[in-house]
Nanobody, 125 residues
């Protein structure tokens, strides 16, 4: 089970840190990622990490503003989001991945199949 937290309301230009706890997740996984879905839009990949090759890839729209980190002892993934924009209002999801067909072009060798319930991020203008 993946549990996201840390969402909320923030003004444009502000920051939030999201957390994704995988402490209750017992299956093996080879990567993790953050996705978001805005109202009326398709889900998009924000960033993802492939633990097998050590790579982390960010969507162009968040490069330089979003940072991923991981606490392996707590089995928790963090997403630090800075300089947030109103158009980034969305439900943010974390997910774990196994090798397979790409869910997102950010991690073309991974299929993200286990998802959290999401946390709402609202950026006001």
């Amino acid at each position: 089970q993946l549990v996201e937290s840390g969402g909320g309301l923030v003004q444009a230009g502000g920051s939030l840190t999201l957390s994704c706890s995988a402490s209750g997740f017992t299956s093996v996984y080879y990567g993790m990622g953050w996705f978001r879905q805005a109202p009326g839009k398709e889900r998009e990949g924000v960033l993802c990490s492939n633990f097998r090759d050590g790579s982390t890839n960010y969507a162009d729209s968040v490069k330089g503003r979003f940072t991923i980190s991981r606490d392996t002892t707590k089995k928790t993934l963090y997403l630090q989001m800075n300089s947030l924009k109103p158009e980034e209002t969305a439900v943010y999801y974390c997910a774990t991945a196994l090798p397979g067909i790409a869910t997102t072009p950010l991690c073309p060798a991974l299929t993200f199949g286990s998802w959290g319930q999401g946390t709402q991020v609202t950026v006001s203008s």
